[in-house]
């Protein structure tokens, strides 16, 4: 394992971390790459090895890991959870994003004072230790996706610009029709939504609510699970909504506190994906090491030709500044309040990007042997790839974090 720069933490941080590795190590890693080969149907299919993933870390209680003891969880702190994010990335990227997706729509409504979702969602998730509940982030949309990303934006504001998803008050409850794309990760596997969606037209997507949905409700569908480039141990699919009742109780957050709640999900997802990515820049930095150790060309490991030397000191310093960055907004963010979101988007963009680098290096120094599917740097590169967009492409990030240090920023 790295040596971590922190000189403070506790021997129970150190025995969280090594716990976390081992985990990654012992049941992700090895899962990933068997589901990897799989088609998207079989990956989900009864008696498949994700299944077996989620049970056991179920069983563990990785699902709560940030939830209140009050509710049986460990109530990690901020630090804790970074560490954990890190060795969970580093072990397989779709699978860390799956284990962490499915808590969020029931470590969001167990901020609800209602009863009635706490007795029906919020403790029988605390409770699962077999991975019956499973969660996921409805938030994308065919016709929408970085734009729903962009509070403080004039597109953010535009009555043209609306959800696809809409929840209409009925007497005691919303109405909901619409759908959710098929980059909604643990799309078609869930039982429950934390989705947002629109609520006041004339506001536009800053109209928007956030919904727990039970996915079992009379008109909801879903499409097939998604086939693509990376990360292929996470399911993602479509989800349908044709008039769906939920109790006007379930809108957790309704339109005047739309854009405070959509940027602390964004600094909190953000800065998750920081964190996890930094794992994965150095999941292919650790590949590279090894590899440039064993193979051998003009007599000795590559090793030890210093172009090799060079570039591997490269990547190792952008993985050490990836877990600087990504540790610190974390951190930061998780005892400031409001929110600094943009040090959370640059978390996100700069450790997916560097994952992104340091694996595209590591499989040029695999040579040819990194382009075939027998190296596990080859999936690292499609997975890296994969982050650049997921939850906000970089690009659109990169706006809505500008705008913030334009907005904030005091001479």
């Not at 990956?43 to 939830?67: D, K, L, P, Q, T």
Request: some cysteine.
């Amino acid at each position: 394992m790295y040596v971590d720069l922190d000189l403070n933490l506790t021997d129970e941080q150190k025995a969280i971390k090594q716990r976390a590795h081992e985990f990654a190590r012992d049941v992700m890693r090895p899962a990933a790459i068997e589901l990897d080969k799989q088609s998207p149907e079989d990956v989900i299919a009864e008696g498949s090895r994700m299944w077996a993933v989620f049970r056991e870390a179920y069983s563990e209680g990785w699902h709560i890991r940030g939830f209140p003891e009050a509710l049986g969880g460990t109530n990690l702190g901020a630090l804790e959870s970074h560490i954990v994010n890190e060795e969970f990335g580093w072990g397989a990227a779709g699978l860390a994003i799956a284990l962490s997706v499915t808590s969020f729509p029931f470590h969001f409504a167990a901020s609800s004072p209602d009863p009635r979702i706490m007795d029906e969602i919020v403790r029988p998730f605390a409770e699962d230790r077999k991975g019956r509940y499973i969660g996921c982030w409805a938030i994308t949309e065919p016709g929408h996706g970085s734009d729903t990303l962009m509070p403080g934006t004039r597109y953010f504001k535009d009555p043209d610009v609306f959800y696809g998803l809409t929840a209409t008050p009925d007497g005691d409850e919303f109405v909901l029709n619409g759908q959710k794309s098929a980059w909604v990760s643990n799309g078609t596997i869930a039982t429950h939504a934390l989705a947002f969606l629109g609520v006041d037209r004339a506001r536009g997507m800053a109209g928007g609510g956030v919904a727990i949905v039970p996915l079992d409700l009379p008109g909801v569908t879903k499409g097939p699970p998604l086939n693509k480039l990376g990360q292929r141990e996470l399911n993602q699919g479509e989800i349908y909504f044709d008039n769906v009742r939920i109790p006007k109780s379930f809108m957790l957050v309704p339109p005047d506190a739309y854009n405070f709640a959509i940027e602390s999900v964004l600094a909190g997802a953000n800065a998750y994906m920081g964190s996890a990515f930094t794992g994965v820049a150095r999941a292919a930095f650790e590949e590279a090491l090894v590899y440039t150790q064993n193979r051998v060309q003009g007599g000795v490991p590559i090793s030890e030709h210093q172009l090799v030397q060079k570039k591997l000191f490269d990547m190792f310093t952008r993985v050490e500044a990836a877990r600087a960055l990504s540790r610190n907004a974390l951190v930061f963010n998780s005892k400031t309040f409001p929110s600094m979101v943009q040090y959370s988007i640059a978390s996100k963009v700069y450790c997916t990007q560097t994952a992104f680098d340091v694996a595209s290096d590591a499989l040029q120094l695999h040579g040819g042997y990194g382009l075939t599917k027998e190296m596990h740097i080859e999936k690292v590169f499609r997975d890296a790839r994969a982050s650049m967009i997921e939850d906000g492409s970089n690009d659109i990030l990169s706006l809505t974090a500008a705008h913030k240090i334009i907005e904030q920023y005091v001479p």
